[in-house]
T-cell receptor, first 114, second 110 residues
Framework: KAGVTQTPRYLIKTRGQQVTLSCSPI?????VSWYQQTPGQGLQFLFE???????NKGNFPGRFSGRQFSNSRSEMNVSTLELGDSALYLC?????????????FGPGTRLTVL | AQRVTQPEKLLSVFKGAPVELKCNYS??????LFWYVQYSRQRLQLLLR??SRESIKGFTADLNKGETSFHLKKPFAQEEDSAMYYC????????????FGGGTRVLVKP
C-alpha cells in the first residue's frame, strides 16, 4: 500500500497570507489527524477528521481549520499567517480512529512564514 | 488533561551499551502508550505500543501504571538506533488524539 502523502512538501508564505495543505491517507483509512511540529512546542495535535466530520480539536486558534472529503483526503487551511506558524505540519491516517488504532504519518509539509 | 514528559533531550551512548529512554505520563484513565521513532530524513513511524507487548528492533517498553511510566529499553545499542524518539499517549476519551512528549535524541557512538 502507498503511504500517507502530503502536498506540497515545502511552502514559503508571507505574513497575512493564507495557505492550504493537503493530505492523502492510506487507501481504506478513514481517519486523518493533523499535527504541528516546532522546535519550541514539539508535536501538537491540531484536529482529527473521520468520515468528513471533525471529531477532535486541539488548542489552536480559529485561523486553523480543516476539512475532509468523501474520499478521505483532507486539507488544512491557515488564514492570516503569522511568523509563529512556521512549522512542519504532519498528517497521520488510521483505519477507524479508535484509540487502539495505529496512526501512520506522512512526510510533512514544511511551512515558512516570512 | 493528558501530559507526557521525556526528561532527557539527549542520550549519548556507546555501541553495545544499554540504553533507556524515560517516559512519564499523567492521565486519569487507562491510556494507550506508544513509542514513535524518527530516523534522519525519514517520517515519524511507530516503534512499539504497550498493548502489543512485543520487542521491535530489540527495544522493549513496559507500562508501569503505579509509576505512570513507559520507559523504552534496549540492552545493546547499535549505531542504527541513532534517531529521535517520542513517547506518546492516547486517552480513551480522546479518540485518535496523540499527546507527544518532547522527544529524546539518541546518539550511538561507535
Amino acid at each position: 500500500k502507498a503511504g500517507v502523502t502530503q502536498t506540497p512538501r515545502y511552502l514559503i508564505k508571507t505574513r497575512g497570507q493564507q495557505v492550504t495543505l493537503s493530505c492523502s491517507p492510506i487507501s481504506g483509512h478513514r481517519s486523518v489527524s493533523w499535527y504541528q511540529q516546532t522546535p519550541g512546542q514539539g508535536l501538537q495535535f491540531l484536529f482529527e477528521y473521520f468520515s468528513e466530520t471533525q471529531r477532535n480539536k486541539g488548542n489552536f486558534p480559529g485561523r486553523f481549520s480543516g476539512r475532509q472529503f468523501s474520499n478521505s483526503r483532507s486539507e488544512m487551511n491557515v488564514s492570516t499567517l503569522e511568523l509563529g506558524d512556521s512549522a512542519l505540519y504532519l498528517c497521520a491516517s488510521s483505519w477507524s480512529g479508535l484509540s487502539t488504532d495505529t496512526q501512520y504519518f506522512g512526510p510533512g509539509t514544511r511551512l515558512t512564514v516570512l | 488533561a493528558q501530559r507526557v514528559t521525556q526528561p532527557e533531550k539527549l542520550l549519548s551512548v556507546f555501541k553495545g551499551a544499554p540504553v533507556e529512554l524515560k517516559c512519564n505520563y499523567s492521565y486519569s484513565g487507562s491510556p494507550e502508550l506508544f513509542w514513535y521513532v524518527q530516523y534522519s530524513r525519514q517520517r515519524l513511524q511507530l516503534l512499539l505500543r504497550h498493548i502489543s507487548r512485543e520487542s521491535i528492533k530489540g527495544f522493549t517498553a513496559d507500562l508501569n501504571k503505579g509509576e505512570t511510566s513507559f520507559h523504552l529499553k534496549k540492552p545493546f545499542a547499535q549505531e542504527e538506533d541513532s534517531a529521535m524518539y517520542y513517547c506518546a499517549l492516547k486517552g480513551q476519551a480522546a479518540g485518535n488524539k496523540l499527546t507527544f512528549g518532547g522527544g529524546t535524541r539518541v546518539l550511538v557512538k561507535p
